[in-house]
Nanobody, 120 residues
Framework: QVQLVESGGGLVQPGGSLRLSCAAS????????MSWYRQAPGKERELVAA????????NYADSVKGRFTISRDNAKNTVDLQMNSLKAEDTAAYYC?????????????WGQGTQVTVSS
């Protein structure tokens, strides 16, 4: 059974930090690119950060560059998102996604999400 379980969300003051973690099971984690998305109320889900299957390549949304860092541990089947200098506009539900692309199809798995609220 495939599972992606996010943790680490919560309430933080502007300028603070949080570290989100996503624990994966039920599939070959090291064969999948991993990413974090977020969705604020009334807005579309957007890509925050992504990391390649071996952790060599990363990319970030412009809005979080320099503040967020994505990392993965293929031995532990986890992917983390370190979020620093948080702003009110970072408030959203954050989701972990696993993606594997082949020549014939794309396989995707999503977690249930964890809420991040940035407020004083």
């Amino acid at each position: 059974q495939v599972q992606l379980v996010e943790s680490g969300g919560g309430l933080v003051q502007p300028g603070g930090s949080l570290r989100l973690s996503c624990a994966a099971s039920g599939f070959s984690f090291s064969n999948y690119a991993m990413s974090w998305y977020r969705q604020a109320p009334g807005k579309e889900r957007e890509l925050v950060a992504a990391i390649s299957s071996l952790g060599i390549n990363t990319n970030y949304a412009d809005s979080v560059k320099g503040r967020f860092t994505i990392s993965r541990d293929n031995a532990k089947n986890t992917v983390d998102l370190q979020m620093n200098s948080l702003k009110a506009e970072d408030t959203a539900a954050y989701y972990c996604k696993a993606t594997r692309q082949s020549t014939l199809w794309t396989t995707e798995y999503w977690g249930q999400g964890t809420q991040v609220t940035v407020s004083s």
